[in-house]
């Protein structure tokens, strides 16, 4: 019965679970959220067609393009530019509306639940893992609420428009800009990755918490029996632990960014080298 509890807990710690149970939480605010959307998209395509009306801005001065005048194009490249730093503003301070009105609920709502269970129900439980629910957890959510879940929906809805943008160019275009934002967005950057890395993380965090507080509690037993130098060593360990496993985070870290950054090189010669390849083939 005790393994068919532990069992249904995990179940009910899933992380796929967690998560719609955090997105759910966005329903009051769901207006926001999606202004927040809606800027993003707009202030990233026009980020991205800069490039494009500078490009149409050469080919027109060289005389290889005509469609627009020159004057129109500059006039959209400065207005695309200004557009662009007021709806970044505007995105992010909306998402950091959200996200800091629902850290303060999410903390009434943990403080409410340590009330009903303190103290029995918390004899026994961690320190430290109490303490980083409290404090460094809970604010951890602002990168979800204000840097994952719009850009998530952003980074789709722009990756969608600029497929159909590219394919209307030429199919292969099209292709091409969809294989390349799925392999980016769908394979190499997978929070699968680090998930065990992470755990082991806000486990070796927990340990060094309660092994401080530990220290702070017990300050006088410790000067009493003479155990400073076992326990300053003890938090040494802990705190060296820590700092591995968060070196190997940021080594994995890091050779994803790499990973991504030559993938998005190497679709841009290739984008290059198949543009050059249809030029030529009239």
């Known amino acids: ?14 992380g796929f679970a ?33 490039t494009i009306l500078g490009g149409y801005a050469l080919l027109t001065v060289t005389g290889v393009y005509s469609g627009m005048k020159f004057s ?18 505007a995105e992010q301070a909306s998402n950091h509306y959200i996200a800091f009105k629902l850290l303060a609920r999410i903390r009434h709502q943990v403080f409410d639940s340590l009330r009903r269970l303190a103290p029995a129900k918390l004899d026994g439980a961690k320190k430290g893992n109490l303490i980083s629910i409290i404090t460094s957890d809970i604010e951890l959510l602002e990168v979800f609420y204000a840097h994952t879940i719009s850009p ?7 990756s969608v428009v600029m497929t159909i943008f590219l394919g209307r160019i030429h199919p292969v275009f099209g292709v091409l800009a969809l294989f390349f934002y799925v392999l980016v967005g769908a394979v190499i950057v997978n929070g699968r990755i680090g998930a065990a890395g992470g755990k ?9 918490n309660t092994c401080v ?27 060296g632990h820590l700092e591995t496993v968060n070196g190997a985070l940021k080594r994995g870290e890091n050779l994803q960014r790499v990973i991504t950054d030559d993938v998005i090189l190497f679709a841009g010669v290739l984008a290059a080298l198949v543009g050059g390849t249809l030029a030529e083939n009239g």
């Open 1 to 14: 019965m005790k393994q068919n509890k532990d069992n249904q807990n995990k179940k009910q710690r899933s």
């Open 18 to 50: 967690v998560m719609c149970g955090l997105i759910g939480m966005i329903k009051p605010l769901l207006g926001i959220m999606c202004l927040a959307i809606l800027m993003g998209c707009a202030g990233n395509l026009m980020a991205t067609f800069l």
């Open 213 to 239: 507080l530990d220290n702070l509690y017990g300050l006088e037993e410790t000067l009493q029996y003479g155990q400073q130098e076992a326990r300053i060593a003890k938090m040494a360990e802990q705190t």
């Open 152 to 158: 998530i929906a952003i980074a789709v809805i722009t």
């Open 200 to 208: 082991e993380f806000r486990e070796a965090f927990g340990a060094l």
């Open 72 to 89: 129109v194009i500059f006039t959209l490249l400065v207005c695309f530019a200004v557009a662009r730093g007021i709806l970044r503003y």
